[in-house]
């Protein structure tokens, strides 16, 4: 009986613990997921708060776009074309003539031209302004061919001067003739690139400005080889 008794007893305290031990497991677990459900809560709460307090940025954010010129500033802005500037560097200060008398100093000996101011006015005074500056001392003869010479660049290679309007003109291109160098663009030549031809150029007819014709000198033209210096050149 006192056997029975205390296996009894050791039951029921055993049983009395287990139920406690399982009420604060539960207790426990209970906690944990409440716990788990407010953190969760507390987060998609701020997630909230912060979507509202943060502008939600236009799809195309990150597209560079221009601004636009405001419509006032519109009205009061007229858009100029662009044109390309040609500079005129000719002019003398006496009244032009008919022709003149030009003679270019080289190393080799002197070249004389007469001017024709008739047919090529603007290109005559524009060498002869150079000429008087002396604008064309020391400059060399850059090309030399068995047909042509050609000088007067400010670089020395071909590719200097300034540009102003080709002056076309039916005055043909024979030997001796005195011409304006250009590019491909016809109605622009070159302001200081200067030629003389050895032979007759008929195919440099109505295509480049011709201003002058030889008088004297030819044998000098003749003789010139590229770097031949002009040392200066006196106009009449």
Known sequence: MAFLWS????????????????????IGIVGVF????????????????????TPSLPANANTLQLISQL???QDNQTVQPVTPTITQTFG????????????????????????????????????????????????????????????????????????????LNQVPFTTGSLGMARGQNIQV??????FITKSDASWLNGQYTNFGQVTSGMDVVNKIQIGDKILGITVE
């Open 7 to 26: 296996n009894y007893a050791i039951y029921t305290i055993l049983y009395t613990t287990m139920n406690k031990f399982s009420l604060l497991l539960f």
């Open 34 to 53: 409440v716990g788990i459900v407010y953190l969760t809560q507390q987060g998609s709460f701020k997630n909230v708060l912060s979507a509202q307090q």
């Open 71 to 73: 419509p006032h500033q």
């Open 92 to 167: 003398v200060a006496e009244q032009p003539r008919a022709s003149y008398s030009a003679t270019i100093k080289t190393t080799k000996g002197d070249i004389v031209l007469t001017l024709d101011a008739q047919d090529a006015p603007n290109t005559v005074q524009n060498f002869i302004t150079k000429a008087k500056s002396g604008y064309y001392n020391g400059l060399i003869f850059h090309r030399v061919e068995d047909w042509v010479i050609q000088g007067g660049d400010p670089k020395g290679n071909g590719t200097g001067g300034g540009l102003m309007q080709t002056e």
């Open 189 to 194: 030549s070159n302001d200081s690139q200067f």
